[in-house]
């Protein structure tokens, strides 16, 4: 079964600029979940999609957008980047629903690495 | 502050040494608690996963929950050098809605040398 991919996985853009990244989840995962890692601030929630309706929303501006399609493939948007937006970007798949012995493990993917000049 | 608050070290042990990972947490909603692993360049992967106060054991882990001093531990026996990594801790609350929203701890970086 394949993993969690995501394009692309390095990334150099200036300030200002937008970018998108892509997640592929793991087949029949329904819910995708980004987050950003950063030396300082550790792995902070984004968002998560479930079902192509946002289920879940972190502590972000509103710069920070994402959105799920109809095959749970996710994008997320950051507009007008700014210099403390470079971190690695990480998305995690999950069923996304219980089950009577589910923990609804989240599978991360490698993550894209972002800087910002 | 934080809500989960986690030592990010650095820590180098011998092999064969008995390793303690440790966070507090603040937040009482919190449940289900989870420890994950992170090689360099990789993303996390998850070791182990606990919901109940107590321990629980997975060959050299054993995962340790006391929700009374909102308090997560792991423990690593018999390291090896191939146990180098950052561990995580990670929580979030329960059901509903909140199944794709884990909060996490800075992460623990350490070293296991030969």
């Known amino acids: 079964k394949a993993g969690v991919t995501q394009t692309p996985r390095y990334l150099i853009k200036t300030r200002g600029q937008q970018v998108t990244l892509s997640c592929s989840p793991i087949?029949?995962?329904?819910?995708v979940s980004w987050y950003q890692q950063t030396p300082g601030q550790g792995l902070q929630f984004l968002f998560e999609?479930?079902?192509?309706?946002?289920?879940n929303k972190g502590n972000f501006p509103g710069r920070f957008s994402g959105r799920q399609f109809s095959n749970s493939r996710s994008e997320m948007n950051v507009s007008t980047l700014e210099l403390g937006d470079s971190a690695l970007y990480l998305c995690?798949?999950?069923?996304?629903?219980?089950?009577?012995?589910?923990?609804?493990?989240?599978?991360f993917g490698p993550g894209t690495r972002l800087t910002v000049l | 502050q934080k809500e989960v608050e986690q030592d990010p070290g650095p820590l180098s042990v011998p092999e064969g040494a008995i390793v303690s990972l440790n966070c507090t947490y603040s937040?009482?909603?919190?449940?289900?608690f989870m420890w994950y692993r992170q090689y360099s360049r990789k993303g996390p992967e998850l070791l182990m996963y606990?919901?109940?106060?107590g321990n629980k054991e997975d060959g050299r882990f054993t995962a340790q929950v006391d929700k009374s001093s909102k308090y997560i531990s792991l423990f690593i026996r018999d390291s090896q050098p191939s146990d180098s990594a950052t561990y995580l801790c990670?929580?979030?609350?329960?059901?509903?809605?909140?199944?794709?929203?884990?909060?996490f701890g800075q992460g623990t970086i350490l070293t296991v040398h030969p």
């Open positions: 995690a798949s999950s069923l996304g629903t219980s089950g009577r012995a589910s923990i609804n493990e989240q599978f």
């Open positions: 087949s029949g995962h329904r819910s």
């Open positions: 999609y479930f079902s192509e309706t946002q289920r």
């Open positions: 937040n009482s909603a919190f449940q289900y």
């Open positions: 606990t919901y109940s106060s």
């Open positions: 990670a929580t979030r609350n329960a059901g509903g809605t909140s199944y794709g929203k884990l909060t």
